[in-house]
């Protein structure tokens, strides 16, 4: 059925590029010379250039300028200057993207900018060096927490956009806890006024909101002093102001930036959508992840358990030997010990059997001469007593012839 097909068929990429090789305009072919304001960038290099930006000095109009490190080492930051070189081009996304190749510097302009011009660069370098925050990752911080998400959304008196906001935002709506206020949107004092009632009510999010007008009237976003309460706030700062093609100095400095209302409610439900689907896609994930951590967890704990188990063996193993070791030592000390005892007990034996021999011999020894003398007293007193008894044998006998004789006397007495 291809065949039969009578007209030429196009890809995207061929129609991009068909476009690409088309847009060819004199600027593009020559050398041109550029003025500007000019803006540095991140100071990054990418292949030994630098992309940074040049603004016209009647309005925010900016372009990338592609820089060589000798070139951007030479530019100062906010001054004007004149600039020799040629334009490239690239065609992205249906998107053509324009950038000026510098390749030398022509001249310096002395300033030519006002004071209120000054501070509004002043903001913008505050605000680059203050940084800004991301609104995607602080709903993403914030939902993981499960806390909630406070926004102020402040639309003019007459306002009737809110319904494209909530248009945009669907069904994401329950995810936020949304206020709305209003104030004269074109007044620079209505909107500092409404800005420092809401800073006391510590809102997560403050938004302006409106939904387009003519150009003159957003030129109250581009006040200083509106735009110093704007960049002080403690909160997520969003402009959603319906305009495409100028950026006024609050949408610079806002920490988002949305063309229009609808936009904005839609680059909510976006956020939220996206963590759904994160959420959703991440179960099975985190389950796997759970079951992985949950394995690593049990091998660790045995490969673990069994290294405790291998150093209480070895330990075991130490203490018996060490035991052994002990109770060999302890053996033979003591052992040592009774062969010691044995040996003391042996001598105080033979001291004693000594002592005792000593002692007996003495003790005989003064026994028998106590008996010796007890003999030689006795002796004596036997001699003494024989003494004693033969003179009194000798006295008996005397006094027994005596009787006898008496008697004998009587009897012859008698008998005379």
Do not use: W
């Not at 949950?294 to 130490?318: M, P, S």
């Amino acid at each position: 059925m291809q065949e039969d097909l009578k007209y030429p068929i196009y890809s995207p990429a061929s129609v991009v590029g068909s476009f690409n090789n088309a847009l060819i305009i004199p600027q593009t072919l020559s050398l041109i010379y550029l003025k500007g304001r000019y803006t540095a960038g991140q100071g990054k290099s990418y292949a030994g250039y630098y992309y940074d930006l040049f603004y016209s000095e009647s309005d925010t109009t900016s372009i990338s300028v592609k820089l060589s490190g000798i070139l951007r080492s030479k530019l100062v930051n906010g001054e004007v200057y004149i600039l020799k070189g040629f334009i490239e081009k690239s065609v992205r996304n249906s998107c053509i993207d324009l950038r000026f190749a510098a390749e030398e510097i022509v001249q310096q302009e002395e300033r030519q900018f006002s004071e209120e011009d000054l501070k509004r660069y002043d903001l913008i370098q505050a605000k680059l060096e203050k940084g800004s925050r991301d609104l995607e990752t602080f709903i993403r911080e914030k939902k993981l927490r499960n806390e909630p998400i406070k926004i102020a959304n402040i639309y003019g008196h007459s306002a009737i956009v809110q319904h494209d906001f909530n248009e945009g935002l669907n069904i994401s709506s329950d995810e936020f806890e949304i206020t709305d206020f209003t104030c004269n949107i074109t007044s620079a004092t209505s909107i500092i006024q409404k800005l420092q009632e809401l800073k006391p009510l510590q809102f997560d999010i403050i938004a302006l909101v409106r939904g387009g007008g003519d150009r003159q009237s957003f030129d109250v976003f581009s006040d200083v002093d509106l735009a110093n309460e704007f960049i002080n706030l403690e909160s997520i700062t969003i402009t959603a102001l319906g305009h495409t093609v100028d950026e006024s100095l609050l949408d610079k400095l806002a920490d988002r930036r949305f063309h229009v209302p609808h936009d904005y409610g839609d680059g909510l439900h976006k956020i939220i959508e996206k963590l759904r689907e994160e959420k959703s896609n991440s179960r099975a994930i985190l389950i796997d992840e759970v079951k992985k951590d949950i394995t690593k967890q049990f091998e660790e704990q045995v490969k673990t358990l069994t290294t405790q188990l291998g150093n209480k063996n070895r330990e075991f193993a130490k203490l018996q030997d060490d035991s052994a070791k002990q109770i060999k030592d302890l053996t033979e000390n003591t052992q040592k010990q009774l062969k010691a005892q044995s040996d003391e007990m042996a001598k105080y034996k033979t001291d004693i059997a000594d002592l005792h021999a000593k002692n007996l011999k003495s003790a005989i020894q003064s026994q028998t001469a106590t008996l010796n003398a007890t003999i030689e007293s006795v002796s004596k007193e036997n001699v003494r007593l024989q003494e004693e008894l033969s003179k009194k044998k000798s006295s008996m006998l005397f006094y027994v012839v005596l009787l006898v004789i008496g008697i004998i006397i009587g009897f012859i007495l008698t008998k005379l």
